[in-house]
């Protein structure tokens, strides 16, 4: 007589959990998360990266150092042409200006991307970010800049003609892009305080959102970009770089290219 199979253990039924929607914030819960986002984003991204930039500017290589100007920026920073003048104002020339305000539009415009799910990189070469403009509710090709004289006076041809190439290939795809909505954004300032080049610009009829015209349009909220400065001012007067800025200016002083300079 056949024994009888064992019935085995019952087959396991996986019930998938339902996802739950994805909360939308409203413009002003946005605008709360922005600010808290980025005192600490300032803090990690901007002055952290900007401390190990200057741990590396030890020796006299890092610089392409002008023989005739080095001296003189050591007397007009410190009363005298010394070492330690002159390395003091190879630092803080590098790290302090040139790095930071290369960096800054870049980091910022990911800082966007990265905080308001609404905003996208965009794949379309000549553009920055695409978005919804919270003010009239079209979609937005954008180039982002970071301040008012971002651009010289041999950029304002290639943008208006990069804008054109961008709506006319679109509209040979079937996708409407009017002139509106390829648009030119500039993260502070005010249209008063445009350099000449965006004024001549936006009377190539490019529209140029600045400032906080740009944080309405991108958040909805008026007064956004007031209260991002104030909260990356909160983090810039907890910065502790000095030390860090000293003890680089010591080290580069020593460098003998640096001592050649010395009368």
Known sequence: MA?????????????AKPIPPLKVMTSSELA???VAEIENWFTEVVIEKNKKNIEKLKKASAFEINRYLAPYVSQALTGAITAEGIARGLIQGRAMVTSLNTSFGDRMQIFIIDQIKEVVGSAIAGIDVEFVDCIDGEKKYAQVKAGVSTINKDDVAPIV?????IRAK???DGVKINENQTVMCVLYGNKA????HYKKLIDEGVDVYVGDDFWERL???KGMEQRLFKACLSAAAKADIKPTI???VLELAKDPAILALIP
């Open 170 to 172: 679109a509209r040979r």
């Open 193 to 196: 305080s445009l350099s000449a």
């Open 219 to 221: 958040t909805g909220e």
């Open 246 to 248: 000293d003890k680089a």
């Open 3 to 15: 024994k009888k199979k064992s019935p085995g253990k019952p087959a396991l039924t996986l019930k």
């Open 161 to 165: 003609s990069k804008f054109k190439g």
């Open 32 to 34: 709360d998360h922005l």
